[in-house]
């Protein structure tokens, strides 16, 4: 079955670089969530969009930005980059048309590291 | 307070045991109940879901939910090595469908 793809998988930048990161949900899912996870801690919801429209936000700085497209890829941006940003990001898809009871699918993960 | 509290340390447990996990919630409406694996540098990966009070049996897998207690629980029968992992509680709130998530219990599983 097909799963959430995440891209790049790894990413090195420098402090007050900006990064794009990208999430291609399981198809047929209508709502996308990312995540931030530090070293050792669990992950931390930033944002959430449902039929590409923004549905939550959560403790995501204002130096980050995110959107969902027409074909439900959605992107988080990350401007000045700060050393505490350093953290895997996780893309989830859910399917709550379905009434799933929000079932959340998580993909690889982007490692980001900021030098 | 945290939200989900997974207070128990690393659980070693020796192989074909059982391992039992446990979560409290603090919001008392909330709605669904999850268990991810996750292990290490690897992302969650859905285990169990439960949304009614009782038991849901899954394979090895059995999850416990007790809305008055605000307790959900996660037992693993017969571990397996392969089962050595971090085991996280998510919760998901009325109103919203974030996920909140406990710290993790790791389980290490001894042949």
């Known amino acids: 079955a097909a799963g959430v793809i995440q891209s790049p998988r790894h990413l090195i930048k420098e402090k007050r670089e900006t990064a794009t990161l990208k999430c291609y949900p399981i198809p047929r899912h209508d709502t996308v969530y990312w995540y931030q996870q530090g070293p050792g801690q669990d992950p931390q919801f930033l944002i959430s969009f449902y039929e590409k429209m923004q549905s939550d936000k959560g403790s995501i700085p204002d130096r980050f930005s995110a959107q969902q497209f027409s074909d439900y890829h959605s992107e988080l941006n990350m401007s000045s980059l700060e050393l505490g940003d350093s953290a895997l990001y996780f893309c989830?898809?859910?399917?709550?048309?379905?009434?799933?009871?929000?079932?959340?699918?998580f993909g690889p993960g982007t490692r980001l590291t900021v030098l | 307070q945290k939200e989900v509290e997974q207070n128990s340390g690393p659980l070693s447990v020796p192989e074909g045991a059982i391992a039992s996990l446990n979560c409290t919630y603090s919001d008392r409406v909330s709605q669904s109940f999850f268990w991810y694996r996750q292990y290490s540098g690897k992302s969650p990966e859905l285990i169990m879901s439960?949304?009614?009070?009782g038991d849901k049996e899954d394979g090895r897998f059995t999850a416990q939910l007790n809305k008055a207690s605000q307790y959900v629980s996660l037992l693993i029968r017969d571990s397996q090595p392969s089962d050595s992992a971090t085991y996280l509680c998510a919760v998901n709130g009325y109103g919203n469908n974030r996920l909140a998530f406990g710290k993790g219990n790791q389980v290490v599983v001894i042949p």
């Open positions: 439960i949304y009614s009070n």
């Open positions: 989830a898809s859910s399917f709550l048309a379905s009434g799933s009871r929000n079932e959340q699918f």
